[in-house]
């Protein structure tokens, strides 16, 4: 069965400041990776995805993450945050293959100040 | 633009009433599912449909059950709710066989059980 780790519960930065989001998962297959962002009072979006190729994947507001599968890891990262990406963000994997179910990490609560 | 609505942002109910949340999707997606989000516990999945009248249990299926009988629409019951049941529900759809993990999400519905 896969799980999703994300490291940090609450991330506390000041604008202008690069981030990093952790997360790690577990799995016994290939898998497919993803980001989904969660502003307040809505329902979350995809941020980014990996499926396959590149392992360096861009998406958008200037977010990017890297898969590692040395290390299991997907961390998600931003050069310059601004106080709109004030939010909570989301680590999901699902197996690479068939009918797979989206498994969410518990979150991490970015928190920009000025 | 893919839209899923639910169809109440906001519910309060008492113990033992039968609860019934609306979803609805326009982009004439194959899945879909119901999520609770729990502060420090993320989402997890409660049930998941990959065609009209089809259903599959998820994570945590007791005192859910479902309904799809148009491909557009899944509605999520709560057969005699409990005040364990308070929390936010997210209905979501996706494209395809399988799940590639691009989730449309809906905007949720806090339900509150006194």
């Known amino acids: 069965a896969q799980s999703v780790t994300q490291l940090d519960s609450q991330v506390p930065v000041f604008e202008e400041a690069p981030v990093e989001l952790r997360c790690n998962y577990s799995?016994?297959?290939?898998?497919?990776l993803f980001w989904y962002v969660q502003y307040p009072n809505q329902g979350l979006q995809l941020l980014l995805k990996?499926?396959?190729?590149?392992?360096l994947v861009k998406g958008i507001n200037g977010f990017e993450a890297e898969f590692n599968k040395s290390q299991t890891s997907f961390h998600l990262r931003k050069p310059s945050v601004h106080i709109s990406d004030t939010a909570e963000y989301f680590c999901a994997v699902s197996e690479g293959s068939g009918y797979s179910t989206l498994t969410f990490g518990k979150g991490t609560m970015l928190l920009v100040s000025p | 633009d893919v839209k899923v609505t639910q169809s109440s942002r906001y519910l309060v109910k008492r113990t033992g009433e039968k609860v019934f949340l609306e979803c609805v999707q326009d982009m004439d997606h194959e899945n879909m599912f119901w999520y609770r989000q729990d502060p420090g516990l993320g989402l997890r999945l409660i049930y998941f449909?990959?065609?009209?009248?089809?259903?599959e249990k998820g994570d945590i299926p007791e005192g859910y059950s479902v309904s799809r009988e148009k491909k557009e629409r899944f509605s999520l019951i709560l057969e005699s709710a409990s005040t364990n049941q308070t929390s936010m529900y997210l209905c979501a759809s996706s494209f395809g066989q399988g799940a590639f993990g691009e989730l449309f999400f809906g905007e949720g519905s806090r339900l509150t059980v006194l």
């Open positions: 799995s016994s297959v290939s898998v497919y």
């Open positions: 990996y499926l396959s190729g590149s392992t």
């Open positions: 449909s990959y065609d009209v009248k089809m259903k």
